[in-house]
C-alpha cells in the first residue's frame, strides 16, 4: 500500500472511499467535515442531527451521498476537541483505514486529522495520519488469502499547496516507520517452523542489504571462540544452531554508538523446564525484541545518516532434545561470569548475556535492549506498556519520552540493588532464575550484570509485543511494538545533539 500527499479538494478527489474526521458534539460540523457536508447538502449534519452518529472518538459510519467524486463516505469519530492529542489522530486514521479495507475500498482519500480545529502541527499530523493509516490496515495474510484486497493506495488529501508540498516529507516518514512496524509484526507472526535461526539470519542480511547496513552473522564456530557459553547453551537442544546477528550502519568512526540488542528465541518451548501446553503456540513471537531491531534497521534511512546504530541479536530455538541444557547444569558466559540454570525456561537472560558483553567492543554512549524476558511483567503492567529498567535517569526519561510520542508507552521499574541477592547461586556467580514475585524485575536484574560499565535500558516487552486484544491500530498478534518508539527515540537524540 502507497500513502501519498495530494494538493486538492477532498469533495471532488476521486477514491473508493473518502475519510473524514467529526468532532464530538459539532451540530454543524467544521473544518473538512463542514466543507463536506456543505457539499453533500448535510449529509454529515442530518445524521448528527438523528442522532445516528455522535463524532465519538473511534466511532465510524460509511455513508453514500451525492455530492462528491468519491464513492464512499467514511465518517469517522474524532471525540472532544478538548481530549484531542496526537495519538487521537493516529489513532483515527489506523481506524479509517481499517474500515476502508473492511468495505474493499481500493483507495482511500482521507482529510488530515487533527490539522485546523484539533490544533496540530500540520507536519506532524500528516506523519501521524500516514502511521495511522499503515498501522490501521496492516494484516498478516502470509497463511491465508484475503478478501476482499488490500487498499492500493491512502492519498492524504490538503487544499493549500504550499502545506501539501511540507506535508509529504513527513507522511513519507509515518508510512515508512509504521511499514517497518509491519515488517516486525510479519516476523513474529511467522510460525517458529519457517524462522529458525538461521532464517533469520537470512532475513537480517536482506534487511540490511536495503538500508545499507553492514551485516555479520556468527555462527558455533565463532561462538565458541568467544567464550559465549550462555547462547550456545540455550540453542544445544535444537537441530537449528544458535547465532549471533550484528548489523551496523552508519560512520564507522568519529561518532557516538548505539547498540540496540534484541532477544531471538524463535521458539521458546521452555526446554526441559518444559512450558505448559496452554498457549505455547504464541511463543514464537519470543523473537519480538529481534524483529524490533530489525524494523529499526528497515526505517534507519530516514533518520540522520551521521547516526552510528549497531544491532546485536542473540538467536536461538529454545528446545528440549537430547543435548539439551538441563537444570542445575553451569554455563559460561563470554565475559567468564558462571550461570548455575535453575530454570531453562529463563533461556532470554543467558542469551543477552552474551550480547551484552560483545555490545562492550563498540564503547557505546548508550545501549537499549528489547526482550519478551517475562510473563511477569505482563501481570505487573498489562498489555498497555512495557517494562522500563535503567539506573541512568536521562536515559530512561528520553526513552519514556519517546514513547509517549511513538504511541508506545514504557513504565519505569526498580533496579535497587538489593534485589541482587536473590540471584546468588550455592555453586555458580549467580543463578538465571528465583522466585515468581518480582519476576520482571529479577531479569532486569541479571542483565544488569552483565551490562556493567555501559549506560544501559533494558525493554521487557513482553507485556506489548503481542495484543491480545484487537485495536485500531493493531490487529491481535504480534504488534511490532518497539520499532516506531526506537525510531522515535533516535530522531530525537539526532536533532539533540546527543
Ligand atoms: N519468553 C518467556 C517470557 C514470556 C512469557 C513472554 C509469557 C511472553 C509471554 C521467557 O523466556 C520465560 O519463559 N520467562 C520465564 C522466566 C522465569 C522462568 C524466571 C517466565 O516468565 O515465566
Ligand atoms: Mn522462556
Ligand atoms: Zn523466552
Redo the contacts with the bound molecule.
Sequence with gaps: MDVVVRRGDVTTRQAGALAIGVFEVARRPEGAAGTVDRATRGAISARLAARDFHGRFLETAVLYPAGLRARRLILVGLGKRAAFTEHHARLAAAQAARRAREIGAGTLATAVHGVGLGGLDPERAAQLVAEGSMLGHYRHTAYRGERPAPLRRVELVEGDAALARRMAPAAERGARWADAACLARDLANTPGQDLVPERLAARAAEIARRSGARVKSLGVGQLERLGMGALLAVGRGSVHPPRLIVLERGPARGSRTVVVVGKG?TF?T?GI?L?PRENMH??K??MSGAAAVLGLFAALPTLDPRLRVVGIIPTAE?MPGGRALKPGDVVRAADGTTIEVT?T????RLVLADALVYARRFKPAAVVDLA?????V?IALGHLAAGLFSDDDALASSLVEAGEHAGERLWRLPLWDDYASELSSDTADLVN??GREG?AI??AMFLKRFARGMRWAHLDI?STA?SPVERPHEPRGATGYGVRLLLEWLSRRAASGA
Design positions: 528465541i521458546d521452555g523446564s512450558k504464541k511463543m513471537y519470543d529454545n530454570n525456561d529463563a533461556e532470554g519478551t524476558l517475562t510473563g511477569a505482563s532464575s528465583a519476576g529479577l531479569g513482553a503481542w
